[in-house]
């Protein structure tokens, strides 16, 4: 059984950091394309970044430089740094493991508020 496990989210302050993480099981983790999406109520569900199982990264415009994805293909996990997270940011993220097939993670709340 594929489960992707996301945790890591909360409630931060405007300028802070997170650190999400999503634990893959159930899959050959190592070549798998990893990616962050996030979705906010009333939009669809957008990329936010991507590693390619050779470590290539992309990050969408509006994160570039404050966000960082990586993977540690020993632990199965791949994960998101967020830094100087601006309101704007705030959403549900979740994993997704992409290769011939994609799955998902349930996803993890990220509130950025004062």
């Known amino acids: 059984q594929v489960r992707l496990v996301e945790s890591g989210g909360g409630l931060v302050q405007p300028g802070g950091s997170l650190r999400l993480s999503c634990a893959a099981s159930?899959?050959?983790?190592?070549?798998?394309?990893m990616g962050w999406y996030r979705q906010t109520p009333g939009k669809q569900r957008e990329l936010v970044a991507t590693?390619?199982?050779?470590?290539?990264?992309f990050h969408v415009d509006s994160v570039k430089g404050r966000f960082t994805i990586s993977r540690d293909n020993a632990e199965n996990t791949a994960n998101l740094q967020m830094n100087s997270l601006e309101p704007e940011d705030t959403a549900v993220y979740y994993c997704?493991?992409?290769?011939?097939?994609?799955?998902w993670g349930q996803g993890t709340q990220v509130t950025v508020s004062s």
């Open positions: 997704n493991a992409q290769m011939i097939r994609t799955y």
């Open positions: 159930g899959i050959n983790f190592s070549i798998y394309t």
């Open positions: 590693i390619s199982p050779g470590g290539f990264t």
